[in-house]
């Protein structure tokens, strides 16, 4: 691997800004309701061996010849490595780790991506909201013609105190395993961006090792500013109904990405597949004891659009920068 100083900087950087970020849509439920329960070593022996799984299956499935492999899943292939890679290109994950503390869904896909090739900027933002809009509206039939039942009876059993039976703790393990696989899939390539498009075996291997240790800091502290947009809606705090939103999610970015190769936001897919469950079951249950719906969402929106913004001012300040680097 041919890999300067600042790619590898540039990949620690990236693997703990988009693992501290965007993966808290995908672990946090997890990590929360196993504190206590399940063994943090085991939970990260879980969490460490699907990435690992992912990693080495994306890893054959796009071979390069000469025993090198693409860990990415191909999705960097709109994405070259750039000429001279300096300091400018740490900035972005920089950025990410600022918005993350603020508690800001931002997208690490724009913010990362696009500091490497603006011209694709256009094509990552329909992308995502062609991503936001299958959410949504999956969420909106689903919820609305069955799973608002559900809904409805966690709300009651929280009411009751009722323990939540022992198979949906198996569930959710099933749900998580789903969810962080597809996760991974589409957001490796916003931290592998930094190394050479092609690794053998071994360098890929040490990326993952180093992957995993950040994952193991990730349940060694547990949840994140980012947790706030996911406690703000109804029942989301409870195992059974984010195991149901966990599944919906893996399955949005498993349609994804066999539809396209490139890139796009989880994060939009699911502020998409919130939305779209609050309002179906808001308006199935009938709920008007709550915080206003346009506020609840409109923060949301607002801040991924502020992530927006800032990632494309990002993008485009760094692209003088790389003149002076």
Same mark, same amino acid.
């Given at each position: 691997?041919?890999?300067?100083?600042?790619?590898?900087?540039?990949?620690?950087?990236?693997?703990?800004?988009?693992?501290?970020?965007?993966?808290?849509?995908?672990?946090?439920?997890?990590?929360?309701?196993?504190?206590?329960?399940?063994?943090?070593?085991?939970?990260?022996?879980?969490?460490?061996?699907?990435?690992?799984?992912?990693?080495?299956?994306?890893?054959?499935?796009?071979?390069?010849?000469?025993?090198?492999?693409?860990?990415?899943?191909?999705?960097?292939?709109?994405?070259?490595?750039?000429?001279?890679?300096?300091?400018?290109?740490?900035?972005?994950?920089?950025?990410?780790?600022?918005?993350?503390?603020?508690?800001?869904?931002?997208?690490?896909?724009?913010?990362?991506?696009?500091?490497?090739?603006?011209?694709?900027?256009?094509?990552?933002?329909?992308?995502?909201?062609?991503?936001?809009?299958?959410?949504?509206? !999956?969420?909106?039939?689903?919820?609305?013609?069955?799973?608002?039942?559900?809904?409805?009876?966690?709300?009651?059993?929280?009411?009751?105190?009722?323990?939540?039976?022992?198979?949906?703790?198996?569930?959710?393990?099933?749900?998580?395993?789903?969810?962080?696989?597809?996760?991974?899939?589409?957001?490796?390539?916003?931290?592998?961006?930094?190394?050479?498009?092609?690794?053998?075996?071994?360098?890929?291997?040490?990326?993952?090792?180093?992957?995993?240790?950040?994952?193991?800091?990730?349940?060694?502290?547990?949840?994140?500013?980012?947790?706030?947009?996911?406690?703000?809606?109804?029942?989301?705090?409870? !195992?059974?109904?984010?195991?149901?939103?966990?599944?919906?999610?893996?399955?949005?970015?498993?349609?994804?990405?066999?539809?396209?190769?490139?890139?796009?936001?989880?994060?939009?897919?699911?502020?998409?597949?919130?939305?779209?469950?609050?309002?179906?079951?808001?308006?199935?249950?009938?709920?008007?004891?709550?915080?206003?719906?346009?506020?609840?969402?409109?923060?949301? !929106?607002?801040?991924?659009?502020?992530?927006?913004?800032?990632?494309?001012?990002?993008?485009?300040?760094?692209?003088?920068?790389?003149?002076?680097?």
């Amino acid at each position: 691997m041919d890999a300067n100083a600042f790619q590898i900087i540039g990949f620690l950087l990236a693997a703990y800004s988009v693992v501290a970020n965007d993966s808290l849509q995908t672990l946090g439920t997890y990590l929360s309701s196993n504190k206590g329960r399940t063994p943090k070593a085991l939970q990260m022996l879980f969490i460490c061996g699907v990435a690992a799984a992912v990693l080495l299956i994306g890893w054959f499935l796009h071979p390069a010849g000469g025993g090198l492999g693409d860990p990415a899943w191909g999705r960097l292939e709109k994405f070259p490595q750039p000429d001279n890679f300096t300091w400018v290109y740490l900035l972005p994950p920089i950025a990410v780790l600022a918005l993350t503390q603020w508690g800001a869904p931002v997208s690490t896909s724009f913010l990362v991506l696009s500091a490497f090739e603006p011209k694709n900027a256009t094509k990552l933002v329909l992308n995502s909201l062609s991503g936001y809009v299958m959410a949504f509206v !999956l969420a909106l039939v689903v919820y609305g013609l069955l799973m608002w039942i559900l809904e409805k009876k966690v709300l009651r059993t929280n009411q009751e105190g009722t323990e939540v039976k022992n198979y949906w703790f198996a569930l959710q393990w099933l749900s998580t395993g789903w969810l962080w696989s597809q996760w991974l899939v589409q957001d490796m390539a916003n931290i592998y961006v930094y190394l050479p498009r092609q690794l053998s075996f071994g360098e890929m291997a040490l990326s993952a090792l180093m992957l995993c240790i950040g994952l193991c800091v990730l349940v060694w502290i547990g949840g994140g500013p980012i947790q706030g947009v996911l406690r703000s809606k109804i029942n989301t705090n409870d !195992l059974r109904s984010a195991t149901v939103i966990d599944f919906l999610f893996g399955c949005v970015l498993f349609w994804k990405a066999n539809i396209t190769q490139f890139p796009l936001s989880t994060t939009w897919v699911f502020l998409g597949l919130l939305a779209g469950r609050e309002i179906a079951v808001r308006i199935r249950l009938k709920l008007s004891d709550r915080q206003p719906l346009y506020k609840v969402l409109g923060s949301d !929106l607002f801040k991924a659009g502020v992530g927006i913004v800032v990632s494309l001012i990002v993008a485009l300040a760094i692209q003088p920068l790389k003149a002076l680097g």
